[in-house]
């Protein structure tokens, strides 16, 4: 599901690993592509799957937002994706793969993973409802993976699930997990005003086309919730206490993009340079970063020792610190943390991981 | 099989990880323990395994350094547990679980997975045998799994395996594989002699009793083996430069241990020396790493960017980074590797991981 820039790079990623996977005896078949208009399913799913030319032509009409083409198979509209699924999953155990950044998934992924199947979602979406919801989903933990949902591909969930496997306790997780405010964080840190720097990121294509969508944290704050309910914590979005980098009287519903960018950014310049004075003469630096202890998940601006890895940061990188009783000096995964290329990777690398269930 | 510090502290992970499985539908059961003298195994490996009170007794034991006792279970000589193992693998399928030092388990690990078992290595003595052995270990590559022989419990090889099966290509990975060559050069760099920290290193217990067993770089070697096989490349030890950090002369056939470190080790000061001061004057310094391309594999001493990820390395820390078409920027990964208890740890988080093999 989802034909967005993450799911195109999933099936050209499909296409390219097929003689290495096939090597190693695993055969990928495609037999179904969802986007929020229209539902393409093989003539049968049992013997029939999209060819490699039919997977780089969706790929192509998706990049010149066309509609997706219904040659070689049946179409039918995204109303009816749910029933058409339901019929498949009776017929034929798959892999249900989330890439779109839609909340409306969640049914449609139950109702799968009910059937038998399994589901690998980059959509943080349906893992940041509420906890009735998130239980249905992780009632067969197995069967549902998310690597891509926090870091895109870096092993951040990965490795937090071996640790929790191993009986290791994990005390505390920092890490800087927005590619955006990081940079953000670490120009300003460079001395730059705040305001020249949000307005560059933008103008670079880091941020939202809103930067107020990253400057809110909610985007953090959902990764954060993750990573707590992957620790067995029964948060919700109403348990973490997020800091926007923008108080609420310069919200979208308040001010135009363009009032907020001319007017409203200069006057965050200040407040920002006082608190780097004021972490600098600690000896530290301003880092955006999310804080998950056992109680408590904190999202905003926190000092952070220069000497650490969080400190070293630059750039758009992401870094997570997980400290537990193995790694009291903290275990780093440090590394792109956005981007088509790597979340499709993590994708694909999920559903490889997934091969034992269809053994 | 191995009941050494990593085995002894592997079973007291599963005892005290047992309700954390079992309140995931987990249940661990041991059936069989065995050192290099005896093999125990319970009465009826189908219905009985050893209870927790009884898997701590065999920790005391060993701590103890008494042979395994032979109370609740039977007993045989270690010559027997090929054949009793064989009898075992008919009747139940099981990992087998090497946290030994030995290159003799390599054949009974393939005996077992060709059993239809798994099996989990700690140790990399039977990963570094000739291609035509390991290739026999890797006839069905899900069946064995073996994350705490680089790194310990870091997650080095979960995170390499993802890269390969997204189908990233992986260009190269630099790494710091040895606390204690980590330990060793880091302290070099800020100004003490080479014999002096060596020393230093074995009085704390960082090094091997013969210190010269980690200077020559073996060690190292093995886990680079081991990270070139896992990308494919069929090097053998033989393909791989190992700069020893003494030279011949000084090896354990030419010089005692006691004529090495009072009159050896203090001969080797200026060469590290002059190495340092030149690397410094580059911005650089000097680490002891393993550097894997496509077509070859060095172990030995290396100037990196002071900035960078190694060489801000201290103390006994392990840091990889791995370069891909993802990964321009490395792929970072540090934190402690070493250790009996993140050993065991990697190695319980192994075992778990093979889970879906036995639903």
Same mark, same amino acid.
């Given at each position: 599901?989802?034909?967005?820039?993450?799911?195109?790079?999933?099936?050209?990623?499909?296409?390219?690993?097929?003689?290495?996977?096939?090597?190693?005896?695993?055969?990928?078949?495609?037999?179904?592509?969802?986007?929020?208009?229209?539902?393409?399913?093989?003539?049968?799913?049992?013997?029939?799957?999209?060819?490699?030319?039919?997977?780089?032509?969706?790929?192509?009409?998706?990049?010149?937002?066309?509609?997706?083409?219904?040659?070689?198979?049946?179409?039918?509209?995204?109303?009816?994706?749910?029933?058409?699924?339901?019929?498949?999953?009776?017929?034929?155990?798959?892999?249900?793969?989330?890439?779109?950044?839609?909340?409306?998934?969640?049914?449609?992924?139950?109702?799968?993973?009910?059937?038998?199947?399994?589901?690998?979602?980059?959509?943080?979406?349906?893992?940041?409802?509420?906890?009735?919801?998130?239980?249905?989903?992780?009632?067969?933990?197995?069967?549902?993976?998310?690597?891509?949902?926090?870091?895109?591909?870096?092993?951040?969930?990965?490795?937090?699930? @071996?640790?929790?496997? +191993? $009986?290791?306790? &994990?005390?505390?997780?920092?890490?800087? *997990?927005?590619?955006? =405010? #990081?940079?953000?964080?670490?120009?300003?840190?460079?001395?730059?005003?705040?305001?020249?720097?949000?307005?560059?990121?933008?103008?670079?294509?880091?941020?939202?086309?809103?930067? @107020?969508?990253?400057? +809110? $944290?909610?985007? &953090?704050?959902?990764?954060?919730?993750? *990573?707590?309910?992957? =620790? #067995?914590?029964?948060?919700?979005?109403?348990?973490?206490?997020?800091?926007?980098?923008?108080?609420?009287?310069?919200?979208?519903?308040?001010?135009?993009?363009?009032?907020?960018?001319?007017?409203?950014?200069?006057?965050?310049?200040?407040?920002?340079?006082?608190?780097?004075?004021?972490?600098?003469?600690?000896?530290?630096?301003?880092?955006?970063?999310?804080?998950?202890?056992?109680?408590?998940?904190?999202?905003?601006?926190?000092?952070?020792?220069?000497?650490?890895?969080?400190?070293?940061?630059?750039?758009?990188?992401?870094?997570?610190?997980?400290?537990?009783?193995?790694?009291?000096?903290?275990?780093?995964?440090?590394?792109?943390?956005?981007?088509?290329?790597?979340?499709?990777?993590?994708?694909?690398?999920?559903?490889?991981?997934?091969?034992?269930?269809?053994?």
């Amino acid at each position: 599901m989802g034909c967005g820039g993450v799911g195109r790079q999933l099936l050209q990623h499909i296409v390219s690993s097929r003689i290495l996977h096939a090597n190693k005896g695993i055969r990928l078949r495609v037999v179904g592509v969802c986007d929020s208009k229209s539902f393409l399913v093989t003539l049968d799913v049992l013997s029939k799957e999209f060819d490699d030319a039919f997977l780089m032509d969706i790929c192509r009409t998706k990049s010149d937002r066309l509609p997706l083409e219904k040659c070689k198979c049946e179409a039918f509209p995204y109303s009816e994706s749910r029933r058409k699924l339901t019929d498949i999953a009776a017929r034929l155990g798959f892999v249900l793969v989330d890439c779109s950044a839609s909340s409306e998934t969640i049914e449609v992924i139950t109702l799968t993973l009910n059937l038998g199947c399994c589901a690998v979602l980059a959509n943080k979406k349906p893992l940041t409802c509420s906890m009735e919801d998130f239980d249905k989903l992780f009632l067969q933990p197995r069967r549902i993976r998310h690597e891509s949902t926090v870091g895109a591909g870096l092993p951040i969930i990965a490795s937090l699930s @071996r640790i929790i496997s +191993s $009986g290791d306790e &994990v005390t505390l997780i920092i890490g800087s *997990l927005s590619g955006t =405010l #990081g940079y953000v964080m670490s120009e300003v840190e460079n001395g730059k005003p705040f305001s020249e720097v949000v307005k560059a990121a933008k103008d670079l294509g880091y941020t939202e086309p809103d930067p @107020r969508d990253d400057l +809110s $944290g909610m985007d &953090v704050a959902r990764k954060g919730l993750i *990573l707590a309910r992957l =620790l #067995g914590q029964r948060f919700d979005m109403s348990t973490i206490r997020i800091e926007s980098l923008y108080p609420d009287n310069m919200g979208p519903d308040m001010m135009t993009l363009e009032d907020f960018l001319a007017n409203g950014l200069p006057l965050l310049d200040n407040d920002i340079e006082e608190k780097i004075k004021k972490a600098s003469s600690n000896g530290k630096v301003l880092r955006y970063v999310c804080i998950l202890q056992a109680s408590n998940c904190i999202i905003g601006v926190h000092e952070v020792d220069e000497d650490s890895a969080l400190g070293r940061l630059k750039g758009s990188d992401n870094v997570v610190e997980i400290y537990s009783r193995c790694y009291e000096k903290p275990l780093v995964i440090q590394g792109a943390g956005a981007g088509n290329d790597t979340t499709a990777a993590g994708v694909l690398a999920d559903i490889i991981d997934l091969q034992d269930l269809f053994a």
